[in-house]
């Protein structure tokens, strides 16, 4: 039986630790114990996109790095680093989000997709100030509103929104 990855991500993305917490915990003891990697990967990265999305963005920095320095080639790495530059960004760490940055730069140029940019785009305005991160912003929703990923879509526009609100 494979580890309940929909209801994982679902309950990370749902921000839902009373949900998500326990399903962390037991799918992590659980893929450890068969070997799995891809399963390892997937609940770090989940974990760290929990931790972002109820603002413990100390904690997310450690998870995220682990999930992001996960030696299978996989995407979830790339997510992972999303959550990296953000968790380190929000908390006051600029050369862990810098270091991540570099490394979905070089992932992003070579994939081309609307999403890959749409990424880079977030994570470089979360980055930036001024009229630079404006643009950045406009630009992740630009690409993102293209793909059929609308969570990250909805997370470029809250992070602009609270960007324009400071």
Do not use: K
């Amino acid at each position: 039986a494979l580890a309940p990855y929909g209801a994982l991500a679902l309950a990370a993305w749902r921000g839902d630790e009373a949900t998500a917490t326990p399903l962390i915990e037991a799918s992590m003891a659980d893929v450890v114990a068969r070997g799995e990697d891809t399963g390892v990967l997937v609940t770090r990265w989940a974990h760290a996109l929990l931790l972002n999305g109820v603002t413990r963005y100390q904690d997310a920095v450690p998870v995220a790095r682990a999930a992001a320095q996960h030696p299978l080639e996989s995407a979830v790495i790339y997510w992972s680093l999303a959550e990296l530059i953000e968790a380190a960004v929000r908390s006051g760490q600029p050369s862990s989000a810098a270091g991540a940055y570099e490394r979905l730069a070089t992932w992003a140029q070579v994939s081309g997709t609307d999403w890959a940019r749409g990424l880079l785009a977030r994570a470089g305005a979360l980055l930036s100030d001024g009229d630079a991160a404006e643009s950045l912003y406009q630009q992740a929703i630009e690409h993102l509103g293209r793909t059929r990923i609308r969570m990250e879509l909805a997370r470029a526009h809250l992070l602009y929104g609270e960007w324009l609100r400071r």
